[in-house]
């Protein structure tokens, strides 16, 4: 099981960018997906999650900016950026709990997409 995340990049502040994180593999099911994000001197924080039912859940620095959403028939999770500031440049981590051919959901993450804006 791997999780691959694309759509990272160089934005201005108040541009939008959008995140993808697909999850591959022998996937049997997947219960949460989320981004997290780590900027450079700081510890990993949460940004957002979606349960496999569709209900969201945000860190209240992104409340109204951040849009988290994902497809199940593709084990995709989105993360649709918008009015970016300064203070959202780090890397960004895919993370899913996962079932695969075994009985029990593991976390997994991808390996961080850069998300850079500038002023």
């Known amino acids: 099981v791997q999780l691959v995340e694309s759509g990272g990049g160089l934005v201005q502040a108040g541009g939008s960018l959008r995140l993808s994180c697909a999850a591959s593999g022998s996937i049997f099911s997947i219960n949460d997906m989320g981004w997290y994000r780590q900027a450079p001197g700081k510890q990993r924080e949460l940004v957002a999650t979606i349960t496999s039912g569709g209900s969201t859940n945000y860190a209240d620095s992104v409340k109204g900016r951040f849009t988290i959403s994902r497809d199940n028939a593709k084990n995709t999770v989105y993360l649709q950026m918008s009015s970016l500031k300064p203070d959202d440049t780090a890397v960004y981590y895919c993370?899913?709990?996962?079932?695969?051919?075994?009985?029990?959901?593991?976390?997994?993450w991808g390996q961080g997409t850069q998300v850079t804006v500038s002023s």
């Open positions: 993370n899913a709990e996962i079932r695969a051919t075994g009985a029990y959901y593991y976390d997994y």
